[in-house]
């Protein structure tokens, strides 16, 4: 019998670069879905894609992701290598998420191959598990924030998501305000500066102690001005994060949209991952009637924007809606 295992991209509304540092995020899973339609097959994982000639073939033993060719197999071998399934699928897969583009693809796909794989924990668990697999496949140090928010997403809300303790709550999109995503520049984390940051986030916490019960005057005290304007970002971004959810709850999309501004200057400004051409999107959108803030979303360093707009309000980009997560069909 054939299954589907389908699971969304996600967009993060605010609080970029905190998830791995114990922080505060505000993501949403968006109707945009990898999906792989399978068939059991005894011993290997055969997966065929839409977007690339090249076939991933692999055992269901994988010594090292980081080498598997094509490219994209290196995440299906990085959940093969955490699930350790007793038998391999046979199928292919579709995906509608822009690949490179801030809108965790790689995610998308880490969690419809753990689910087809017959992965069963909870949507937590299977987070876990799927970032774990993601620094097997790309050996970059990333958070949790694009796989949890993958598996637990919630029809029509937003996800409050608290990486230190990893609990989720979500938080109702106000039926007036439309979310739009505009693409700017293809862009992959892997050799980018996203571990540099990573490390520079664990040497500020070195000098003033966890970056989430930090205060801005000790980040301001740090010596070195770099690490010290990382440390500011993190503590800004986190109270951003709980202050843009109170702005949502109360349907004040003018201080979310106020509070999106100022969390792309941060990023821009002391974490400095995101670019030119990036900015001068956010300036254009921000200036336009309608809406009420944008922003760069997720890794940075191109990538796309998110603006939070009243509805029809901007005639190019994506309207994104909040789904529901991961599932087997
Ligand atoms: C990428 C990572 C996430 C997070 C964002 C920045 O999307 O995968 O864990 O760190 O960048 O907020």
Redesign the pocket.
């Known amino acids: 019998m054939s299954r589907r295992a389908v699971a969304p991209g996600r967009v993060?509304l605010i609080?970029?670069?905190?998830?791995?540092t114990d922080g505060l995020?505000m993501p949403m899973a968006i109707d945009r879905y990898t999906e792989i339609h399978f068939t059991p097959d005894p011993e290997r994982v055969r997966l065929a894609s839409l977007d690339d000639p090249h076939k991933v073939d692999l055992p269901l033993t994988v010594d090292d992701p980081l080498t598997v060719e094509p490219a994209w197999g290196r995440f299906i071998a990085g959940v093969i290598a955490e699930v350790h399934p007793r038998a391999g699928i046979h199928g292919h897969v579709t995906s509608d998420i822009p690949i490179g583009a801030?809108l965790?693809s790689s995610?998308s796909l880490e969690v419809a191959t753990a689910l087809a794989l017959g992965y069963q924990g909870s949507a937590r668990d299977l987070a876990e598990l799927c970032r774990r697999a993601?620094h097997r496949a790309t050996g970059v140090p990333?958070?949790?924030?694009?796989q949890l928010a993958i598996t637990s997403g919630v029809h029509d809300h937003a996800l409050m998501i608290d990486c230190a303790d990893l609990s989720v709550r979500p938080v109702p999109v106000p039926r007036d305000a439309e979310i739009v995503v505009r693409f700017v520049a293809q862009r992959t984390?892997v050799g980018s500066p996203?571990a540099e940051r990573v490390a520079q986030c664990a040497l500020a916490a070195a000098s003033v102690g966890p970056l989430r019960h930090a205060t801005l005057a000790a980040a301001t005290a740090i010596e070195d001005p770099v690490v010290s304007a990382r440390a500011r970002h993190v503590i800004g971004e986190n109270q951003r994060v709980r202050d843009f959810a109170d702005a949502l709850a109360a349907g004040d999309l003018a201080a979310a949209g106020r509070l999106m501004l100022a969390s792309h200057a941060s990023l821009r400004d002391l974490y400095e991952c995101s670019t030119p051409q990036v900015d001068a999107v956010v300036e254009q959108l921000a200036a336009t009637p309608g809406v009420y803030g944008a922003r760069i979303t997720?890794?940075?360093f191109g990538g796309c924007v998110v603006a939070l707009t009243d509805p029809g309000a901007l005639n190019t980009g994506w309207v994104v809606r909040p789904v529901d997560g991961a599932r087997l069909v």
């Not at 609080?15 to 791995?20: A, E, I, L, P, V």
């Not at 990333?142 to 694009?146: A, K, S």
């Open positions: 993060n609080g970029d670069h905190t998830d791995y995020v801030g965790s995610a993601e990333t958070g949790i924030m694009d984390l996203y997720g890794g940075g």
